[in-house]
């Protein structure tokens, strides 16, 4: 059972690049999240999804688009890469367990 | 505006003692808290969590409370071992307990536990 399984776990982009980080959990969960995790600021939620077709911000969405055309998987989209969005990105599946998600691995991403 | 805040950016005890964690929330409609915890290169792990309803929940070495009145909540580790070092993050749903896998972090606590 894999879990939360994302891909790459490392990348470099120029300025104005664009990219898709992938995003697949093999556990049926309805719920998916992405977060980046900055040094001093934690964990904070980019963009949200209850379901296949349904997707939300949340607290950091700008230069991020998100899609859900399945249950499994939910890619996160950077258009045009900026230097700010040098990060460790998260994504999430949660079951209706109140609150309790299961991370992938992360992807580090530096912008340059 | 953070609403979910670790004050402590580290600590550092001795194997065998105890540790404490905390955690000050501004958000009185928070009505589920978690702890996670993350070793470097990988993802946040659930360690436990406690509903509003209660001021305790325990699970094995681990004990998180509760105190609504201050919109405060500790995680203890009893006894702590070199294997608790990581970094905890105290987190809530953003609209309670059904905004499922929808959360908000604290900044995160380093915790190293020496031999």
């Known amino acids: 059972n894999a879990g939360v399984t994302q891909t790459p776990k490392f990348q470099v982009l120029k300025t104005g690049q664009s990219m898709t980080l992938q995003c697949a959990q093999d556990?049926?969960?309805?719920?998916m999240s992405w977060y980046r995790q900055d040094p001093g600021m934690g964990l904070r939620l980019i963009h949200y999804?209850?379901?296949?077709?349904?997707?939300d911000q949340g607290e950091v969405p700008n230069g991020y688009n998100v899609s859900r055309s399945t249950t499994e998987d939910f890619p996160l989209r950077l258009l045009s890469a900026a230097p700010s969005q040098t990060s460790v990105y998260f994504c999430?599946?949660?079951?209706?367990?109140?609150?309790?998600?299961?991370f992938g691995q992360g992807t580090r991403l530096t912008v340059v | 505006d953070q609403q979910v805040k670790q004050n402590s950016p580290s600590l550092s005890v001795q194997e065998g003692r105890i540790s404490i964690l905390n955690c000050d929330y501004t958000?009185?409609?928070?009505?589920?808290f978690l702890w996670y915890k993350k070793y470097p290169a990988e993802g946040p792990t659930f360690l436990i969590s406690?509903?509003?309803?209660?001021d305790k929940n325990e699970d094995g070495r681990f004990t998180v409370f509760l105190n609504k009145s201050a919109k405060h909540l500790s995680l203890h580790i009893v006894p702590s071992q070199p294997g608790d070092s990581a970094v905890y993050f105290c987190?809530?749903?953003?609209?309670?307990?059904?905004?499922?896998?929808?959360?908000?972090f604290g900044q995160g606590t380093i915790l190293t536990v020496h031999p």
């Open positions: 556990m049926n969960h309805e719920y």
């Open positions: 958000n009185s409609m928070f009505d589920y």
């Open positions: 987190a809530a749903p953003y609209a309670g307990g059904t905004s499922y896998g929808k959360l908000t």
């Open positions: 406690i509903s509003s309803i209660k």
């Open positions: 999430a599946s949660s079951s209706t367990n109140p609150g309790e998600a299961f």
């Open positions: 999804s209850v379901g296949a077709g349904i997707t």
